[in-house]
């Protein structure tokens, strides 16, 4: 298949490229490198620059090649930002995926890959969460990803577009060359990573008065390389089958002091970690029930331990102490 894909050179994105390569397709990444990083894309992908919500860009893209499916992982990121500055993930998130949507509505492309999130379901009311739980995000970011879910299946509904959206909970480690490297960083792993490589002198936690056991918040880490696997799958299956809605996490919730713990014994390192104030819009708990994908798909996380997942992500920052270098 030739799958044109968004946010190709970030970090999930980079990821799912090397995954459809290895499997035989051909793939476009579309990127305007504002987060993304060339040197993430893989060789035998090729990269073009440009803005998602660039129409005229779009239509040269989509007039100069056939595109059979689009996986739309070019997004903004930040829940914590997005309690500053709504308008930034409203405008891309939402309005620049609507340009997306437009653009391949107009060259008759049917097959579209979302790339979903958690914080759709805010503060949830069971562990673990199931899809249909009640969607109540407690940022803009969330919010932005649920708007694009509405969007995605009314295009469904009146214009027979086929799509799979996933639900990420948090990504994380490393697949051989391609990491995690996020500017300014705002993740847990790697931040905490940073310490252990000598980098800053301490991790902050941030809230410690959250109503969970150690009373820090409590997530679902799921290896990149199993989030890679459900984006192989899903394509796939929109063959047969046109809305699919899938949380991809490992069931299993760690709480931030637990991560620092695991990330102290895989590195040796004492990191130091100092409790702050929460971070607004955060969640207390987020697990994911994986059942339906697991179900429906066949899909099963292969790295489920959070232990090996920090370890890919340690592998990674010891190679690439400053990141990306383009
Ligand atoms: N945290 C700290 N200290 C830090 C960074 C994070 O204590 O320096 C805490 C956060 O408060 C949170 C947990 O560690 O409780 C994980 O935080 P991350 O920033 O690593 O990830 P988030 O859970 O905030 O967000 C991630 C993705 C989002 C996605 C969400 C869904 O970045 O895109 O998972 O679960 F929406």
């Known amino acids: ?46 990269l073009v620059v440009g803005e998602v919500g660039d129409r005229r860009a779009l239509d040269l893209l989509f007039e100069s090649r056939s595109v059979d499916a689009v996986m739309h992982f070019a997004a903004m990121i930040g829940a914590a930002e997005s309690m500053q500055v709504p308008q930034r993930y409203f405008r891309n998130n939402c309005a620049n995926t609507l340009t997306l949507l437009e ?7 049917s097959r579209f890959v979302f790339s979903s999130s958690a914080a759709l379901y805010g503060n949830p009311e069971r562990i673990p969460i199931e899809e249909s739980a009640p969607l109540r995000p407690t940022n803009p970011y969330g919010e932005s990803k649920l708007m694009v879910e509405r969007l995605l299946d009314w295009f469904n509904r009146i214009h027979g577009l086929r799509y799979a959206s996933l639900r990420y909970f948090n990504a994380a480690g490393a697949a051989g060359a391609l990491g995690e490297d996020h500017r300014p960083e705002s993740h847990l792993i790697p931040l905490t990573l940073k310490v252990a490589l000598g980098q800053r002198d301490h991790v902050a936690i941030f809230g410690t008065g959250y109503p969970t056991p150690d009373g ?22 929109l063959t047969q089958h046109d809305r699919l809605i899938y949380n991809v996490g490992n069931g299993r919730g760690f709480s931030v002091r637990q991560v620092i713990e695991v990330a102290r014994r895989v590195t040796g390192h004492p990191i130091p970690a100092v409790a702050t104030t929460p971070r607004p819009g955060d969640p207390a708990i987020l697990v994911a029930s994986s059942e339906k994908i697991q179900r429906e798909l066949n899909w099963r996380p292969k ?19 400053d990141g990306y270098n383009e």
């Open 1 to 46: 298949m030739n799958v044109l894909v968004t946010g190709g050179a970030g970090y999930v994105g980079s990821v799912v490229v090397a995954e459809l390569l290895k499997v035989g397709h051909q793939v476009t990444v579309y990127d305007n490198l504002s987060q993304g990083h060339r040197q993430a894309v893989p060789a035998g992908a090729e």
């Open 103 to 109: 653009a391949m509505l107009a060259r008759r492309v």
């Open 216 to 237: 820090t918040c409590i997530r679902d880490y799921i290896h990149v390389l199993d989030l890679a696997a459900a984006h192989l799958l899903a394509l796939e299956a």
């Open 303 to 321: 790295y489920p331990d959070l232990e090996a997942i920090i370890a890919s992500a340690w592998e990674w920052h010891r190679r690439h102490p």
